[in-house]
């Protein structure tokens, strides 16, 4: 079985939970960019003297692939401890299956494809 471990969290936690994740051996992974909003829906800030209500805050996305719901489990537990603040927008995670996956290279499926060494 394949899982998917998505975080979103604080643009300022990405180097915390980036070496969390090298800590724990977790070597694959891809980050991302985005904006959006949940509970901390967002702040009022003043540009050239005029308001702007800004609802989509910065954040940093974390993608991993891993091999079994003991990895997801620890992988999880990483994020949280690494981008924990406990103040409102600290981020959410979530997994969900894979139905499948192919390394375009060689062509191997499975957790084959999440094998990072040359065949």
């Known amino acids: 079985m394949l899982i998917k471990v998505e ?14 994740l090298h800590t724990i051996q977790v070597n694959g992974i891809t980050v991302s960019q985005v904006m959006g909003c949940g509970a901390q829906r967002g ?28 990895w997801e489990e620890k992988v999880i537990q990483t994020i949280q401890k690494a981008a924990y603040t406990g103040e409102i927008g600290d981020g959410k995670i979530f997994s969900y299956e894979i139905r499948s996956a192919l390394k ?9 494809a999440l094998q990072s060494q040359d065949h």
Do not use: C, W
């Open 104 to 112: 375009i290279r060689t062509k191997e499926t499975g957790y084959d």
């Open 7 to 20: 975080a979103i969290v604080r643009e300022e936690k990405f180097e915390d939970v980036k070496e969390a």
């Open 43 to 70: 702040y009022t800030t003043v540009v050239r003297g005029s308001e702007i209500d800004v609802t989509l805050q910065p954040k940093i996305k974390f993608e991993i692939v891993v091999s079994s719901e003991e």
